[in-house]
């Protein structure tokens, strides 16, 4: 008798994450939220906090107040997030003054702009939950999807300009949004926030995700639009992203990229930032199915065992292009696919100062250090906003560097809101350095609970050491990117900027080097574990080497690529200085 030569061997099903359960359980996002709601206890179950974030928000703890637990009868200082899901970053006036209102009557009297064109609260208590969230309802602003397990804050270039391309890429940016959009989650959405009808959710009730199913996404799934010669959304940082092609100045189609992202965790070596690949050409009017598409490969192939590597880039890194190219084409876009496009990124557009519309109106962008809208001492930039929106009537749209721009603003206007600007004491854009200009950070401590250093709090120290470093070098006109995270989790992308800092423990950030400017390469790890007062030296000795080496007219970034790591190790030393 022979043996088989290849016997089968029993495989068993990886064992899904505790979260796939508190999905598939939740009656569409229901769970107990409602009732929780009303308990009268100031958090929630670890069950409901996990569904809270499908609804736009976030449990947290105001870890500044930590220091008072150790007194009797202190507990944890709960306190909730709340994210708007604003495709585009676009407001009305109107709307963007009832946030304003908000910010003041229900969280901590700042807004707070992120990194992909939304807006946040913190510090908003339990008992103003629901008043906060049927508060930006009723400005027709939703914050379902905001956060979860679904397709985010759907981001593109926010210039208000009239231009075709930037029309286009608007409105299919709201496209995706919509059809994206959780359907069965947003009934209950309406049941515990805005008082709706409930629904049946029983065997037979018909309630369906059409698009999800009942247990959504392995994780958050990030889309984007960038042009080549304005990359200001990081198109290849995105789970999915367009990058349109431009013919006599109108968008004609779009190359379509997939597998991007920033997050990794610490002593897993598994995970990893990447960049997304391009994958094909889609026309126009296939952009939103293609979202569809890519969504639903995402929801059956996707981990869901390991919420650490559930991110569809890492499908893309195991698989390959050329793998994820046949089974898109063949089970989801079901039909051949088009090569892309041979295109390059060449630039990123602030869109800082003042600017002219195709209507022959003007919008100006206006710089917010970290994203902070806030009024402190003579910087009174929330009052100022307030103040100018309200007189003007401007359109608010908010940029994925944290910045805000104004439009539809009468040529004959301009003259007093730049004076009204020098009153509440906001500096022009050209005073502003280039590295300010250029840097962004998470808000990490003491709101976030991934956090394990400081970041928004820490930054402009930082950035005002460095103002005077690269001044003396003659470098203070360099665009130089420099993002700083509270933890490896990226919401700031650090791992495409030219200089990254992410939070270590304590004081100690991990030092990245070497990206670039427009968001087409990764940086590398330069050293670990460096104390915060050692990051300026240890930089101060690169730019000096990259005043005297540079080629031409190389930029920062290119500079430390090109010279590798041992080289500028050699420049830094160890990390405590020594």
């Avoid at 974030?53 to 220091?67: I, L, N, P, T, V």
């Avoid at 994820?324 to 079901?334: E, I, L, N």
């Avoid at 009537?393 to 805000?404: E, G, L, N, P, W």
């Avoid at 001044?471 to 030219?498: H, V, W, Y």
Wanted: glycine letters at 8%; charged letters at 25%.
């Amino acid at each position: 008798m022979s043996l088989d030569p290849t016997p089968e061997i029993a495989t068993e099903t990886p064992k899904l994450s505790p979260v796939e359960g508190i999905k598939s359980a939740s009656r569409f996002l229901r769970g107990s939220i409602a009732e929780e709601l009303h308990s009268g206890e100031n958090h929630f179950s670890e069950d409901s906090k996990q569904l809270l974030k499908f609804h736009g928000s976030y449990q947290q703890e105001d870890r500044d107040a930590r220091k008072n637990r150790s007194k009797a009868g202190v507990g944890k200082a709960y306190m909730f997030m709340i994210r708007l899901k604003l495709p585009g970053g676009k407001l009305t006036p109107a709307q963007y003054l009832a946030m304003d209102e908000i910010c003041e009557k229900y969280a901590n009297g700042t807004i707070r702009l992120t990194t992909r064109q939304s807006i946040q609260f913190h510090g908003i208590l339990m008992p103003n939950l629901k008043n906060s969230i049927a508060a930006m309802n009723d400005a027709l602003v939703s914050t379902l999807g905001a956060c979860g397990d679904v397709n985010r804050n759907v981001v593109t270039c926010p210039a208000p300009t009239g231009d075709p391309v930037r029309v286009q890429m608007q409105q299919l940016t709201e496209d995706i949004a919509a059809h994206l959009a959780p359907r069965a989650g947003n009934k209950a959405y309406h049941e515990i926030w805005l008082n709706g009808e409930k629904v049946d959710t029983g065997v037979g009730s018909g309630e369906i995700e059409p698009i999800y199913g009942n247990v959504y996404l392995p994780r958050k799934f990030k889309t984007g639009f960038a042009m080549p010669h304005d990359n200001c959304t990081d198109l290849l940082a995105q789970c999915l992203g367009y990058l349109a092609v431009i013919e006599n100045g109108k968008p004609v189609g779009y190359n379509v990229y997939v597998g991007g992202g920033q997050g990794t965790t610490n002593s897993k070596p598994d995970t990893y930032p990447l960049l997304a690949q391009p994958i094909a050409y889609v026309d126009p009017d296939e952009v939103v199915f293609t979202a569809e598409a890519v969504a639903k490969l995402y929801r059956d192939h996707g981990y869901r065992d390991d919420r650490k590597r559930a991110r569809i880039k890492y499908l893309m890194h195991d698989w390959g292009v050329e793998k994820f190219r046949d089974v898109f084409a063949k089970d989801y876009f079901q039909k051949p696919l088009r090569a892309p496009k041979d295109l390059a990124i060449t630039g990123v557009d602030l869109h800082l100062g003042w600017h002219k519309q195709a209507d022959g109106k003007l919008f100006i962008g206006v710089s917010v250090e970290n994203g902070r809208i806030k009024d402190e001492g003579n910087y009174r930039l929330r009052s100022a906003l307030r103040a100018i929106v309200s007189k003007f009537q401007c359109i608010v749209r908010i940029s994925t560097q944290q910045d805000i721009l104004l439009g539809d603003i009468a040529t004959s206007d301009k003259a007093a809101i730049d004076a009204m600007l020098t009153e509440y004491g906001i500096p022009r854009h050209e005073n502003l350095s280039m590295v300010q200009k250029w840097s962004m950070a998470c808000p990490a401590i003491p709101t976030c609970g991934l956090a394990i250093t400081e970041s928004e709090r820490s930054l402009p120290a930082l950035v005002d050491q460095l103002e005077v470093v690269l001044k003396d070098l003659q470098l203070d006109n360099e665009p130089i990117s420099m993002r700083m995270t509270g933890c490896p989790n990226g919401c700031a992308r650090p791992f495409q900027s030219e200089v990254g800092l992410v939070g270590r423990g304590g004081t100690k950030y991990t030092m990245y080097i070497g990206g670039d400017s427009y968001g087409r390469r990764l940086n590398f790890e330069l050293q670990d574990s460096v104390p915060i007062e050692q990051v300026t030296p240890k930089l101060k000795a690169i730019f000096q080497s990259f005043k005297a080496e540079r080629q031409n007219a190389e930029l920062f970034g290119s500079y430390c690529h090109r010279v590798g790591i041992d080289k500028l190790l050699a420049l830094i030393g160890p990390p405590n200085g020594k």
